[in-house]
């Protein structure tokens, strides 16, 4: 026996119609919501590497 073609709520996982992305309103923001923070979580680990390099750049320019 087939199974109707369905997918899976990106957020919490129920099954939802193959042209939907999740099961409602709340699922869709909880993800968008996630996907900000994580945006912005590797902004700062970019920046934090920049940085770094910059220090090490500037140390190793006073040094030559
Ligand atoms: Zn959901």
Redesign the pocket.
């Known amino acids: 026996m087939a199974v109707d073609p369905h997918k899976h709520?990106?957020?919490?996982?129920?099954s939802?119609p193959v042209e939907e992305e999740?099961?409602?309103q709340?699922?869709r923001d909880a993800w968008q919501d996630m996907l900000r923070r994580r945006k912005r979580a590797m902004m700062i680990q970019f920046l934090m590497v920049a940085i770094l390099v910059l220090i090490l750049l500037m140390g190793s320019a006073l040094r030559g």
């Open positions: 709520c990106k957020w919490c996982g129920a939802i999740f099961c409602n709340k699922c």
